[in-house]
């Protein structure tokens, strides 16, 4: 279970949201939500424990994340606005040299296959465009086993098809009794999982 | 089907990720060495070429040339990370971070410090110095270098993302490669006037040591701040 309790962060001085408590329980989808600059991506690396909040403190599994740091990063998966891939590295390299996770090439493989990027293989990342970038990084949900997801827009760059299988594969993430935290602007067939919203700024 | 791992093999895949970067950007990884060996190649043009007098000068030279060099290297330790969020994924890892930035470091001395060590007899024979001077500026590159990655790494880390960043970076760790740069020339002044210079390499290996425990801890916690 991750709780969050009374959290509120500034920016440049200014306070940029508070108050902010919830509790997220297994097969929970967390839909942030709120206006550019509203501090969605500050409350997601709060969450992933990267920022520290101004007031209010998170625990996951009844522990503070801070001083369990390592149990904690074991559960959590985070890909953030930012991909999280080397450009210079290709799609392969990227997976299998990830330090998250032990996975042969076959296994790399096949995600990439199911992610539409099995042609791409050999080509460095900064070749590839914004969308097939994004694709390799949503490689990552399927190689590593984690109970907690946190997506800053998944969904950014993305296409139709690739949205789908997206949302596909979250629904199969909470039905196995995973937890979520996304934020997105787009429409999506995942939002009838919704279970908590959480809106900034209002 | 996937499970989490081991620290080893996590610093290991750390240090081969870094190693083929390297790789692949090896046109940034050869700037330092290429300024090393203009640097020293100026001098004797410089000064003129009186042997005695480039002789005399040479463990300096060596090792300031040596000092810029890495520091002109550090910049790129961790920014490209910085900016496309790999840097985040090191800090998110169920491992220490500090033992991934270990892996980090390691890979920039073998591929900054240890080509300045390899290269530096042909340097030195450049600049006319005896082949006991040349044998201990080796043996201090080979010691003082690391010295000078680590460091460099806790700098890197703290202007990390700073505008200006550069300057900050030289004021902030300079003044603590400055105890490298005067042991190490001391060495090799010593060892080629015919005395011991093993009071200088010893305290040399005990900065190493001190800077080997502590730096990674210290990296990865600025990293931390830097990323908040």
Redesign the interface.
Known sequence: MLQANALAAERGGQRLFSDVSFSLKDGDLLHLSGSNGSGKTTLL?ML?????PVNGDISWQQKNIESNR??F??D?L?I??????????NAL?NLQ???????NST?VFSALEEVGLSHHLNK?LRLLSQGQQRRVALARLL???RKLWILDEPLAALDVDAVEWFSQRLAKHLENGGMAIVTTHQEASFISHVSINVVLGS | ?????GLL??WQ??L??EL??AY??RNDILTPLIFFIIVISLFPLGVGPEPEILRTIAPGVIWVAALLATLLSLARLFN?EL????L?????????ASV?VFAKIVSHWLTTGLPLVLISPLLALSLDMSSTALIYTMLTLLLGTPILSLIGAIGAALTLGLRGGGVLLALLILPLYIPVLIFSTGAIIAASNGFSAEGHLSLIGAYLIITLIFAPWVTSYAL?VS??
């Open positions: 690396r992933c424990g990267l920022t520290l390592d149990a990063n074991a959590l985070y953030g606005h930012r991909h999280g891939m080397h450009s210079d590295l390299e040299l990830s330090t998250q996770q032990l996975s296994m460095p190689l590593e086993s | 089907m996937t499970h989490n791992l093999a996590s895949r750390v081969k990720r083929l970067l692949r950007q490209n900016h496309d969020g790999t985040e994924q090191l800090l998110l890892t169920p491992q220490p991934l931390r990323l908040d």
